[in-house]
């Protein structure tokens, strides 16, 4: 599939005229070999004209492979590898201690490998499925007191937390990396908006709650698993999702042409995703794009920061995006139904 560039840029998008995409982006998203990069630096220091570049940028990305990469976001590199050697320590602990968090009907903390059908909807006929990475889930941190604890709202409980007698720093450096990446995604939003032919604030009411929800897997990794999947093909609930490049390779992307492209591990970089969310309200312009992790020979560690809205915001298309006389492509929903039913669909128990 090529990218008409001069259409996504101008037309359907509220009418907002970017400048063109850097002639980079473009060759990039051409070619789809490798993911487009992103510096983010200029934007970061406020510079003139950076927040209109690099949202033309987001644009066309968004319009064709939905992945990119990028550098100078300012996330201390030793927040994500202090957060990376903790992950692994958890899931070094003995089985029967790992089981003491077991995730529960909150699907909040620890499960093992190969105890879910990993299975999402759509995918089903990608390939026989593994699901051999086990993972951890830590959602916004929430108080005893919070509301939905207290009324004991399904996936919106308490997070659990190893034992500090065995792990002392677990929670603190992991809170300390997903503050980190949650104050980036909230700067991203502003861009995503721009992209979206919105102003840079008109998403901020809907994520004033943001319902974040980070991912801490861990691959037990397997020399002799070529090809074998270990995460299987999917797209992420999220409106965008934030991974730390991981130098272990595995994760792959299916580019627009339906083939799959290996990442190529850029040291310190972070893959900048478009999920279902942002797919929805963009009505089916900003692709949320499946991508799925061959098993990798090593142990390797990925830590998703999925960047949510707040539970009562609704997938209505934005202003200008479902076109005149156009239907919107998905059923009505707040935030808290879609990500419920995603979550509850692909972390059905094994039989
Ligand atoms: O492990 C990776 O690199 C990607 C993980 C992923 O796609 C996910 O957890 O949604
Ligand atoms: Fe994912």
């Known amino acids: 599939m090529r990218v008409n560039l001069g259409e996504v840029s101008m037309s359907n998008f509220n009418g907002i005229k970017l400048p ?6 473009a ?4 070619v789809c070999t490798e993911l487009p990069l992103l510096d983010v630096g200029d934007y970061l220091a406020g510079k003139d004209g950076a927040l209109e570049q690099l949202a033309a940028n987001v644009r066309a990305i968004q319009s064709s492979l939905g992945f990119s990469a990028i550098v100078n976001h300012g996330v201390d590199q030793s927040f994500i590898d202090e957060a990376e050697q903790q992950v692994k320590e958890a899931f ?6 790992l089981q003491k968090y077991f995730h529960g009907e909150h699907i909040q903390g620890y499960w093992p490998a190969n105890s879910v059908t990993n299975v999402r909807p759509g995918y089903e006929a990608e390939k026989e499925w593994k699901s051999t ?47 980190a990446m949650v104050d980036l995604a909230f700067k991203l939003l502003k861009v995503y908006s721009v992209a979206l032919g919105q102003s840079p604030d008109f998403l901020d009411e809907d994520f004033a709650d943001s319902e974040w929800y980070g991912r801490l897997n861990y691959y037990a990794g397997s020399p002799n698993a070529e090809g074998e999947l270990a995460n299987t093909a999917h797209s992420d609930h999220s409106f965008i999702t934030l ?12 580019t627009p042409r339906m083939d799959w492209i290996d990442v190529e591990c850029v040291p310190g970089a972070i893959i900048v995703n478009g999920g279902e969310w942002l797919n929805q309200l963009s009505n089916g312009r900003f692709m949320a794009t499946p991508h799925r992790v061959t098993e990798p020979p090593t142990e390797r560690v990925s830590m998703p920061l999925f960047f949510d809205p707040g ?12 076109a005149e006389g156009e ?11 879609h990500f419920a039913g995603y979550i509850d669909a692909y972390t059905t128990p094994k039989k």
């Open 327 to 337: 239907e919107r492509k998905y059923p009505r929903k707040n935030f808290y139904e």
């Open 243 to 254: 991974l730390p490049m991981s130098p272990i390779p595995g994760l792959q992307v299916r």
């Open 133 to 179: 990475l086990a993972g951890w889930a830590v959602l916004r941190d929430r108080e005893p007191d919070d509301p939905k604890v207290v009324k004991g709202i399904k996936h919106r409980a308490m997070n659990k937390w190893p034992d500090p007698k065995l792990l002392p720093d677990f929670k603190a450096k992991i809170n300390r990396y997903h503050n």
């Open 92 to 97: 070094h602990l003995p089985q029967d201690e």
């Open 20 to 25: 063109d995409p850097t002639p980079e982006v």
């Open 311 to 322: 539970d009562e915001a609704f997938n209505d298309p934005l202003p200008g995006l479902a």
């Open 27 to 30: 060759h990039a998203i051409e």
